[in-house]
């Protein structure tokens, strides 16, 4: 039984890999699928693009897929860089440093900001189902910790007291946007094993 695991971010292959080990399946990524172009992610909305991710994975390879839409929301830029937090800069460090000259003299209270995930599980023609998860926090004024990835370590996660990439990985997976997204599809993903099993 196999899972496509559509997304070619590093970070996320790990983090998926970890929350989805408790389900027992063959995980595979697009590195085996070469052959296969990237998705066009132009919608305006992490849902659209998940929904394109995933459509486009499902249909060029027919496994059943999982694809994760992600991004960072930050309310004093009006929700920027949003579905464009993976384009904001060239570079990881350039985005980070992008975003903290943004909110530059903008004091803690009004740099709240919250990490959004939504993921969709398609497991055969017509059979969607899209699942939001999102974690709270805010801007911190610099960069601390070097666990997790992007914009982990500018993002200071609420009610923890340290940043994103300052948590342990485990901790990351359990509290995450992309922990949420996916706990909210576990039901799904289960009655899929089951029925796979059965089947
Ligand atoms: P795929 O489309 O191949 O999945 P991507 O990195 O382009 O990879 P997205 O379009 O969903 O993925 O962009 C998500 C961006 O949002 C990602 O590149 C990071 O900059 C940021 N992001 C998402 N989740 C994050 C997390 O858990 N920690 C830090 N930054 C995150």
């Known amino acids: 039984m196999k899972l496509l695991i559509a997304t070619q971010n590093a970070g996320k292959i790990r983090e998926l890999e970890a929350i989805l080990a408790p389900l ?3 995980l595979s990524t697009p590195e085996e699928f070469l052959e296969v172009p990237e998705a066009i992610e132009d919608g305006e909305t992490f849902e659209e693009n998940a929904l394109k991710k995933a459509r486009h994975w499902f249909m060029a390879t027919g496994l059943p897929t999982l694809a994760d839409d992600s991004g960072l929301m930050v309310d004093a830029l009006d929700g920027e860089p949003g579905v464009r937090s993976a384009r904001y800069a060239p570079t990881v460090e350039e985005r980070n440093a992008k975003l903290l000259a943004a909110l ?3 004091l803690p209270e009004r740099r709240t900001a919250r990490f959004v995930c939504v993921a969709v599980f398609i497991r055969g023609h017509g059979d969607e189902v899209i699942r939001r998860g999102t974690c709270e926090g805010r801007i ?3 960069p601390r910790g070097d666990g997790g990835f992007g914009y982990d ?7 923890h007291g340290c940043t994103m990439a300052e948590l ?3 901790v ?7 922990a ?3 706990a ?5 993903l289960i009655e899929w094993v089951k029925t796979s099993r059965r089947g």
Not at 172 to 178: T, V
Not at 184 to 188: G, K, S
């Open 153 to 159: 370590p500018i993002f200071w996660v609420e009610g």
């Open 140 to 142: 911190h004024s610099e």
């Open 24 to 26: 027992g399946v063959t």
């Open 172 to 178: 990351k997976n359990q509290i995450s946007h992309r």
């Open 184 to 188: 909210a599809l576990q039901p799904d």
């Open 104 to 106: 530059e003299g903008i």
């Open 168 to 170: 342990p990985a485990q």
């Open 180 to 182: 949420r997204a996916l």
